[in-house]
């Protein structure tokens, strides 16, 4: 009868450590299932967060593109202004303007003319 008593001791003494081993290992899969699910969460979040971000960008960056159009096509609006005409200058201005844009050597009169008196010659 002993030997049956210290059979079924060493058998619940077995039977408690295999159960023990088989909850300590469904306990720490529990803890990685959790922390997988934290993980997978904040990835996310982080994911939401960077799209809100970058659409954002995409928005400014579609405006700003907009902007540079606008901004090109003003220059082009300045220069046909009657400012940017011969309004204010007077005509042996423009001859020397013209003169200096064709590449050619301006009249001496005009050079005389334009430059004041106490400019040195080239000579």
């Known amino acids: 009868m002993t030997r049956i008593r210290l059979l079924a001791a060493v058998l619940m003494l077995a039977t408690t450590a295999a159960s023990g081993w088989l909850a300590r290992g469904w306990f720490e899969d529990s803890q990685r299932l959790t922390a997988q699910s934290v993980i997978e969460q904040s990835i996310a979040a982080a994911m939401a967060r960077e799209s809100e971000i970058a659409s954002a960008i995409e928005a400014r960056l579609a405006e700003l593109k907009a902007n540079e159009r606008i901004i090109d096509r003003g220059i082009i609006r300045e220069i046909e202004k009657p400012i940017y005409q011969r309004v204010c200058l007077e005509p042996r201005l423009v001859r020397l303007l013209n003169d200096a844009a064709a590449g050619r050597a301006p009249a001496a ?12 010659t080239a000579d």
């Open 109 to 120: 009169a005009d050079v005389a003319d334009a430059m004041p008196n106490d400019t040195a």
